[in-house]
């Protein structure tokens, strides 16, 4: 039951991860792979908050939100202009400076040896103690996350956002300030994935940078490129399937040292076979072309 | 001892520079950002560690044979993964995602067969030679004469040959290439093969200097990417000096600062060039008709 209800956890947080790449991804037409990167930055800013200056988990879980909302700022105003490979690559160095960063700066966030004991969060005086509890926990946070996200998809803002993915050129010449709509894109993308990181640290109770780290970029652009990307059903399809693949093998009892690697490379053969078959994924509105 | 960073900073910039070369070719001639490109990296090394240090092959025997499956893997991998999709009219979008595919593929097998751990290829001290104050291996040495001489037999192949000047036009406009009736996907498996064979090249020689594990590839291939593009894109000569600039860089920064930092070093400096000159150091500014690709 717990290890059921682990799954459905894992499966809430990424949900959040998968939904707000896809507003870059799948609604504007940018690749981000500094996904992990936001998603580490809320898990680090909500937890030092919490340990070190003894905030509550309520404000910490809001400052960690806005924090990482502010730092997209720095990343995506310089690179947004960039079009293309030069974007990817541009996010992608960023993943790698933060990561770089949250190794490193061992004084702020204790670098590889991580950040043990994290407590558990407190809403209210409820402490969310057992696994059950942090699954409904998570899950109201997801639900509100998915509606919000639906909205947004679906809100004039959304269709802009669209317009954009489909001729950058055409929605200018309608008078939309083509890089100020990316740059809110980004920053609601980065802010949704700083919840993600406010549960799992809560839930692990322990943070160490491997967790946020390029493949875990990578891995985030997986699920919405095999559930498929412009709805939500595809990111939801995909997080769902990639997070319970893993467990497949798990049961085919396939030696630990390698079952990591197994997974990868079922996750790559799977990237390449979609984008030649099936470039909309398993649920996705939007073809990548 | 600062001379001493330059020529070490120098010498990796030597394999930076194949890499990038390589990458380079492929990226201008094909536009497809070919991350694949670092799983090739890391495979040179093992197939040459598994001719020479399991199956004791003599040292050039494992090195031709291991540089000839290599630039074949090349062909395969554009033949099977790219081509496909630039028959459908992909964008440069999937290509890039798709080789991501095949990196992440192709660097697990590895580590399933072979292990994560370091494998050292040349056991031992490296034999040195003083030139002036500096200090160099064998190994060092032999990277930089490597470098000078690849780099001079592609200056030949790309500006002074008849074949050269089809990749050079490929580069210019893919189109015009069928209409002079050529293939282009002739041009794609020469592009590809020389690409490929140039990282092995690197690859070979920083993994007889300091061994191999199964991860080197994301590094070479992301050092030799920032590489074009600070160089510029479009020429070759962008593409080395790029890698020598890198080079140095990421080796002074160890000096001042220390070697954990290289890696953000690395996409800083790509990052403040994508700002502030974004067509490179040798890279012509371009309309923005011609660099809607």
Not at chain 1, 114 to 128: K, S, T, V
Not at chain 1, 199 to 223: C, H, K, N, Q
Not at chain 2, 117 to 133: A, C, D, R, W
Not at chain 2, 174 to 184: A, M, R, T, Y
Request: charged share 10%; hydrophobic share 55%.
């Amino acid at each position: 039951m717990n290890y059921l209800l682990h799954i459905l956890i894992m499966i809430n947080i990424y949900m959040i991860l998968a939904l707000s790449l896809n507003l870059l991804v799948g609604y504007t037409g940018m690749l981000s792979l500094s996904h992990a990167a936001f998603y580490g930055i809320g898990a680090y800013i909500s937890t030092l908050l919490i340990m070190q200056k003894g905030i509550g988990f309520i404000p910490a879980f809001l400052l960690a939100i806005a924090g990482t909302t502010l730092l997209s700022f720095i990343i995506s105003i310089p690179s947004l202009r960039l079009k293309g490979d030069y974007f990817v690559l541009a996010s992608l160095g960023f993943q790698i400076i933060i990561f770089t960063i949250l190794y490193n700066w061992v004084g702020l966030t204790r670098g590889p040896y991580g950040i043990p004991g994290i407590p558990r969060p407190n809403l209210f005086g409820i402490e969310i103690d057992s696994i059950l509890s942090y699954f409904i926990f998570s899950g109201i946070i997801a639900a509100f996350c998915i509606i919000f996200l639906y909205l947004i998809g679906d809100s004039p803002f959304g269709r802009v956002l669209k317009a954009i993915r489909e001729d950058e050129i055409a929605a200018a010449a309608l008078g939309k300030n083509i890089v100020r709509f990316k740059i809110i894109a980004f920053a609601i993308a980065a802010g949704f994935a700083s919840v993600s990181g406010v549960l799992f640290a809560g839930y692990m109770r322990y943070i160490d940078p491997t967790s946020f780290t390029l493949m875990e970029s990578i891995f985030i652009v997986s699920i919405i490129i095999i559930g498929g990307t412009g709805n939500i059903s595809g990111p939801l399809v995909g997080t769902a399937l990639m997070i319970i693949l893993p467990e497949i093998l798990r049961f085919l009892r396939i030696p630990d040292a390698i079952a990591a690697n197994m997974r990868q490379i079922i996750y790559g053969l799977l990237i390449i076979v979609i984008l030649r078959h099936k470039p909309q994924g398993f649920s996705g509105e939007y073809r990548f072309e | 001892m600062l001379i001493q960073l330059l020529a070490n900073g120098i010498i990796s910039g030597c394999t930076y520079a194949l890499v990038a070369l390589g990458f380079g070719l492929i990226y201008n001639t094909t536009r497809t950002f070919h991350f694949a490109h670092g799983a090739i990296y890391t495979l040179s090394v093992y197939l040459f560690y598994t001719f020479f240090n399991l199956w004791k092959f003599p040292l050039l025997a494992a090195f031709i044979l291991a540089l000839i499956l290599i630039a074949m893997l090349g062909i395969l991998v554009d033949q099977i993964l790219y081509i496909p999709l630039v028959k459908r009219g992909s964008s440069l979008l999937i290509q890039m995602l798709s080789s991501l595919g095949f990196y992440i593929v192709l660097v697990n097998l590895i580590a399933m067969i072979y292990g994560n751990e370091t494998k050292v290829l040349s056991p031992g001290i490296q034999p040195t030679y003083n030139i002036g104050s500096v200090i160099l291996t064998r190994i060092q040495v032999a990277t930089g004469i490597t470098f000078v001489l690849l780099f001079v037999g592609l200056a030949i192949i790309l500006k002074k040959t008849n074949l050269g000047k089809l990749i050079r036009a490929m580069r210019d406009n893919p189109q015009l290439i069928s209409v002079l009736g050529i293939n282009p996907r002739k041009i794609r498996l020469l592009v590809f093969s020389i690409g490929s064979a140039l990282a092995a090249f690197a690859a070979i020689l920083m993994g007889l200097d300091v061994g191999v594990d199964p991860n080197i590839g994301m590094a070479a291939i992301l050092n030799g990417a920032v590489a074009v593009i600070i160089g510029g894109i479009g020429n070759f000569e962008g593409a080395a000096l790029g890698a020598l600039l890198l080079g140095i860089l990421q080796s002074l920064a160890i000096w001042k600062i220390s070697s954990r930092w290289q890696e953000a070093i690395t996409f800083l400096v790509l990052i403040l060039f994508l700002l502030f000159r974004p067509e490179g150091i040798l890279g012509k500014r371009r309309r923005i008709e011609e660099t809607a690709i």
